[in-house]
T-cell receptor
Framework: AQSVTQLGSHVSVSEGALVLLRCNYSSSVPPYLFWYVQYPNQGLQLLLKYTSAATLVKGINGFEAEFKKSETSFHLTKPSAHMSDAAEYFCAVSSGPGGYQKVTFGTGTKLQVIP | EAGVTQFPSHSVIEKGQTVTLRCDPISGHDNLYWYRRVMGKEIKFLLHFVKESKQDESGMPNNRFLAERTGGTYSTLKVQPAELEDSGVYFC????????????FGSGTRLTVV
């Protein structure tokens, strides 16, 4: 069984401030972890993924996430928020590689960037 | 490369009616998934096709939902008869290998049952 908990359904940050979106996971097997972003009226776009290689994963648009097994966390960060980062972010977990494992998503966090 | 295409983008139907959602995956992607997000909740898995075969349909809520994938190409998701609780955004995704490439999602179909 696997699950994801995203803390905070809404997060507001000022432009230029640090972005921190929290994600904790539960998995009975070594997890594969993902962050997706959804901009208004668009589909989900993969930001980054952890696949048991480096624990610090860098993604697109300056985002990165760190896998911490001891804390079962995979928080998403960006040093300096930009207005264009305003979107909804989803943390997700999968039980394995390949195209045959379904992905379990969290409830999403809406990021608001204040000018 | 064309992305995953879903239509319609929006659909409003009355309770008891039938609706068919369509998904065109990226050409050559064997894996096709359907997910659903009910307002404010998590995105939930519905089912997974590998080519034309249903690999996993454990997330289908009930027998009012029927998914098909003709010839391993496009897929349809029919809801008959629709109920109020079926309202939400239905996402389709395709992949060859979700590890290396991740899923590619469509923009979704927003279904409203009134």
């Amino acid at each position: 069984a696997q699950s994801v908990t995203q803390l905070g359904s809404h997060v507001s940050v000022s432009e230029g401030a640090l972005v921190l979106l929290r994600c904790n996971y539960s998995s009975s097997v070594p997890p594969y972890l993902f962050w997706y972003v959804q901009y208004p009226n668009q589909g989900l776009q993969l930001l980054l993924k952890y696949t048991s290689a480096a624990t610090l994963v860098k993604g697109i648009n300056g985002f990165e996430a760190e896998f911490k097994k001891s804390e079962t966390s995979f928080h998403l960060t960006k040093p300096s928020a930009h207005m264009s980062d305003a979107a909804e972010y989803f943390c997700a977990v999968s039980s394995g590689p390949g195209g045959y494992q379904k992905v379990t998503f969290g409830t999403g966090t809406k990021l608001q960037v204040i000018p | 490369e064309a992305g995953v295409t879903q239509f319609p983008s929006h659909s409003v139907i009355e309770k008891g009616q039938t609706v068919t959602l369509r998904c065109d995956p990226i050409s050559g992607h064997d894996n096709l998934y359907w997910y659903r997000r009910v307002m404010g909740k998590e995105i939930k898995f519905l089912l997974h096709f590998v080519k034309e075969s249903k690999q996993d349909e454990s997330g289908m809520p009930n027998n009012r939902f029927l998914a098909e994938r003709t010839g391993g190409t496009y897929s349809t998701l029919k809801v008959q008869p629709a109920e109020l609780e079926d309202s939400g955004v239905y996402f389709c995704a395709s992949s060859q290998d979700s590890l290396n490439y991740g899923y590619t999602f469509g923009s979704g179909t927003r279904l409203t049952v009134v």
